[in-house]
Structure formats: structure tokens, C-alpha cells
């Protein structure tokens, strides 16, 4: 799908909060509210935007730890890799996971109610993997910035 600078537009502000009505969507873009509903529409059924989420306070919801795990596999196969992001992906606590370039094979966002949570995920899913050939963990002190919208490039 083609994106004009309209588009770009839209989704520009949409992405910061989607609650924002195509009034004034459109005033800001300079369309009216029914053609700005009619392009989110398309942005939508061709899967451009992929969902409309709530960003949530993880220490509101007695989640306090927030770790970056960096993990190295014995077997990097196609198989062996679908594996362990199948394993993951069913897991709540992780929150992101991205196979990476470098030393390590995956890079994972954990996000739990503490340190204690941190060790039982650890557990169930690393400590006893016998294709996890090691990770390191950094725990955040700090979210400095946390999932801003993207930058959209406008013509």
C-alpha cells in the first residue's frame, strides 16, 4: 500500500492518541472528519494500523520491575529459534521480544510485579531451556522514554 503525505498525516497524530476525534483530525490536515474516518479505515483493512491500544502505568498496576534480557542459543536453526519465540510469545511477561544481530541471539523486555516474579519467569523459562546457552539481565532504574509514537517521515 501507497502512503501519500495525508495519510502520513493522519497516522502521524492518530498514533499519539487514538481517542482524538477526525474533527479534529481533519482540521489539523486539512480534510473533512468522514474523508480522515474513510482513510483510518483503509489504514486499517490493510493492515497499516495493526491496533489500537491503551498505554497502561506499569507501577500503577504493581508491575515494578522492568528487565532487558539478553539471550545467546546453542542451536540458532530455524526451528530451534521459532521455538524459542514460541515459547516466549505465550508468556505475559514478555512484553517485546526481537531476534538481534551481535553476541546475543534475542533481546527481551520483561516486565513483572518484582524481583521475585523476575526469578520464577527465569525458571520456567531460561534456567532449564537446554537451548538457552546463557543470558544476562539489566533491570531498569530508570524508563527514561517509554513506546512514543514513531516518527513518521511526511513527504
Known amino acids: 500500500m501507497t502512503l501519500d503525505t495525508l495519510d502520513r498525516q493522519i497516522l502521524a497524530l492518530y498514533q499519539r492518541d487514538t481517542r482524538v476525534p477526525s474533527e479534529q483530525i481533519g482540521a489539523r490536515v486539512g480534510l473533512s472528519a468522514a474523508a480522515v474516518q474513510r482513510r483510518l479505515k483503509r489504514l486499517r483493512e490493510s493492515g497499516v494500523i495493526t491496533a489500537e491500544t491503551a498505554s497502561l502505568d506499569c507501577r500503577q498496576l504493581g508491575l515494578g520491575v522492568t528487565a532487558i534480557v539478553h539471550v545467546d542459543l546453542v542451536d540458532e536453526s530455524a526451528r530451534a529459534s521459532r521455538a524459542f519465540r ?19 541471539d534475542y533481546v527481551l523486555v520483561v516486565v513483572v510485579a518484582d524481583l521475585a516474579a523476575y526469578e520464577a519467569f527465569c525458571d520456567a523459562c531460561l534456567l532449564h531451556d537446554a537451548n538457552v546457552r546463557s543470558f544476562t539481565t539489566q533491570i531498569v532504574l530508570d524508563a527514561a522514554k517509554r513506546s512514543d509514537p514513531l516518527e513518521i517521515p511526511i513527504g
Open 86 to 104: 514460541d515459547m516466549v510469545n505465550v508468556r505475559g511477561e514478555v512484553q517485546q521480544c526481537y531476534g538481534v544481530t551481535g553476541e546475543v
